[in-house]
């Protein structure tokens, strides 16, 4: 029997890397004496002869792995079930399932078997899997042997072997922007589906307009809803749930894009070299800081801050707030918009900057009335992708703002944002099927709108601007 670690998916991969590592070189010399033979001066680099035949080994035996392993569990779990029932004939579904979780952990050996019956069906399923490596490993290199061989023999000096590798480049990259938008449509059918369940038995209108939000509170066992206090529980009214994350993103901005927006232009138009050097990298460090030390550093320092500077103005103000969730959150955007808005503004041609200057502008109307309407649109595509991080950012607010939902636009308030809402919804021991689980889904695709709509309109807006420097 072959030893698991080449069976191993990462190994076999290696083990077929280097096999057409090999065929390359042996590519690249039957080129060589093949044109000296017949006298004949091939049509592409040797080189690429020998990508040609690396090609044909390496490619149809790393999609033959991909489809076997991808295969392999449900064919184990289909005769797995075949052995369970032959051992329990009267096994209902239910513990069916247990029972190969089980085998599972038996087999893995993650826990010991309760009986011998469990154990034999291990030992069974064990074998099984070994046997279907050895095959994979086997199989795997057949294919990669007769790759090489079938490409060797297409070898020639009059195959244009550099053309057939741009051909299968360009078709690689077709089906990698094929995969990348399937992705996308996978994506949004998923939120879409699950979406439209949760409004086949939740009022669009509540759901939109509702300025209530409660769904962690049970309903009535009676099928309706419960009231107490006159308020109705498990309420998914999403107002107060979208105001807050756009209250917490536009604080962020607020912050983030001054700051900057002004370090960008500091560091492209008036720095020096070294000053440059300097000043950017250590911008860029605050974009390695993880989320939940910049949530640590909201909940300790700047939540309590804000609270004692309230006091002392006379206000009643709350450790978990909007502002500073969304100052903190602020701080973390600035590498993003300086760094990128720094590379915009630095393309901007050299030409547009002499000639403002040459028309007697000073050096701050040439930045002003120049440089950076070029460079509006590639502004703007930075401060979406600030704004895309300060909707989805879930730690800071957690740690900072709360987990209440309420409807409001005083920063010193305690929110809560769809992200966190949504991580709190999906989390736990949760059903599946419950509307509060599907409510979750409901804000995913509203929030998916919601970006798109700003993206859209943002595109727009850019277009126009850009054209006039075209």
């Known amino acids: 029997m072959i030893p698991s670690a080449v069976t191993n998916i990462f190994s076999l991969t290696v083990v077929l890397f280097l096999t057409a590592l090999i ?64 051992a329990y004939p009267n096994i209902e579904g239910a513990m069916l399932q247990l029972r190969l979780a089980q085998l599972q952990n038996i087999s893995t050996g993650l826990i ?193 801050f804000i609270r004692d500077l309230g006091l002392f103005a006379g206000l009643d103000i709350s450790a978990q707030s909007a502002l500073a969730a969304g100052g903190v959150m602020g701080i973390m955007i600035i590498p993003f918009i300086s760094s990128l808005s720094d590379d915009v503004i630095t393309a901007v041609p050299r030409s547009l900057r002499d000639g403002a200057l040459g028309l007697g502008s000073t050096r701050g109307e040439m930045i002003t009335k120049v440089v950076l309407p070029a460079a509006f649109p590639g502004l703007i595509g930075a401060f979406l992708l600030a704004i895309s991080r300060a909707i989805g950012e879930t730690m800071i607010v957690v740690m900072a703002a709360g987990v209440s939902a309420q409807l409001t636009i005083n920063p010193l308030d305690s929110v809560t944002t769809v992200t966190v809402q949504i991580v709190m919804l999906l989390t736990g021991d949760t059903e599946f099927d419950s509307l509060k689980t599907l409510s979750a889904f409901a804000l995913g695709i509203t929030l998916f709108v919601i970006t798109l709509m700003l993206n859209m309109a943002a595109l727009s807006v850019s277009r126009r601007m850009g054209g006039r420097y075209e």
Do not use: C
Request: aromatic residues 12%; proline residues 4%; glycine residues 6%.
């Open 23 to 86: 065929v390359f070189f042996i590519g690249k010399s039957y080129i060589v004496s093949l044109s000296q033979a017949q006298g004949v001066r091939p049509h592409s680099l040797r080189q690429y002869y020998g990508i040609y035949a690396a090609a044909w080994t390496f490619v149809p035996a790393i999609l033959v792995l991909l489809m076997w392993t991808a295969l392999t569990q449900p064919v184990l779990t289909r005769l797995s079930q075949t052995l369970l029932l032959d």
């Open 112 to 304: 010991s078997a309760s009986d011998d019956t469990m154990r034999s069906l291990a030992d069974a399923q064990a074998n099984l899997r070994a046997n279907a490596n050895d095959l994979k490993f086997v199989v795997s290199l057949l294919v990669a042997f007769a790759g090489a061989i079938f490409a060797i023999r297409q070898i020639s000096p009059e195959q244009k072997a550099r053309i057939k590798w741009e051909g299968f480049l360009r078709r690689l990259f077709f089906v990698a922007a094929v995969v990348a938008i399937l992705t996308t449509v996978g994506i949004v059918s998923s939120l879409l589906y699950e979406s439209i369940r949760f409004f086949s038995q939740y009022s669009m209108i509540d759901f939109f307009f509702g300025t209530h939000w409660s769904p962690l509170k049970a309903f009535s066992s009676s099928g309706g809803q419960s009231e107490v206090d006159g308020v109705t529980q498990g309420s998914f009214g999403m107002l107060p749930v979208m105001a807050g994350t756009l209250l917490v993103a536009f604080i962020a901005m607020m912050v983030a894009v001054p700051v900057g927006l002004f370090a960008a232009i500091y560091m492209a138009e008036f720095a020096s070299e070294r000053t440059r050097n300097i000043v950017k990298p250590a911008l860029e460090v605050l974009a390695g800081v993880p989320t939940v030390v910049y949530g640590f550093f909201a909940a300790l320092t700047v939540g309590p």
